[in-house]
């Protein structure tokens, strides 16, 4: 299990990465999650990504910052199903129209959310 966690630290680490060095990427994995019906995906990703994590929390040296971000994660997965797909293509919009700045800062939150996985696991 807590090699799950360290894949998920090691994405987000990586994902992150890229969107600190190159912000416009960030909108286009935005662009990407908006076709179809491919936000439902980003949903039950986030919430397996989020069941992996309160799993693996009790192994975790950090367990309380795990069980949070487990618990996070699961009810943004599942707010996605509950939210019309509109509102959340509105969002995606608003975030779309901040400058690069933002993105970068945005990427720096996540990096360091994904370092404190990595280290916790």
Do not use: H
Request: glycine letters at 8%; proline letters at 4%.
């Amino acid at each position: 299990m807590l090699i799950l966690v360290r894949a998920l630290g090691v994405v987000i680490v990586g994902m992150a990465s890229a969107i600190l060095f190159n912000p416009k990427l960030l909108k286009t994995v935005m662009n990407f999650w908006r076709q179809d019906k491919r936000i439902y995906l980003a949903g039950a990703i986030r919430i397996v990504f989020g069941t992996v994590l309160l799993m693996a929390a009790p192994l975790c040296r950090l367990s309380i910052f795990i069980y949070t971000l487990g618990g996070l994660m699961m009810i943004a997965g599942l707010s996605i199903f509950m939210i019309s797909p509109e509102w959340i293509y509105k969002m995606l919009d608003w975030w779309q129209t901040k400058p690069p700045l933002v993105a970068r800062l945005m990427g720096l939150v996540a990096l360091s959310i994904g370092a404190l996985i990595l280290y916790s696991a």
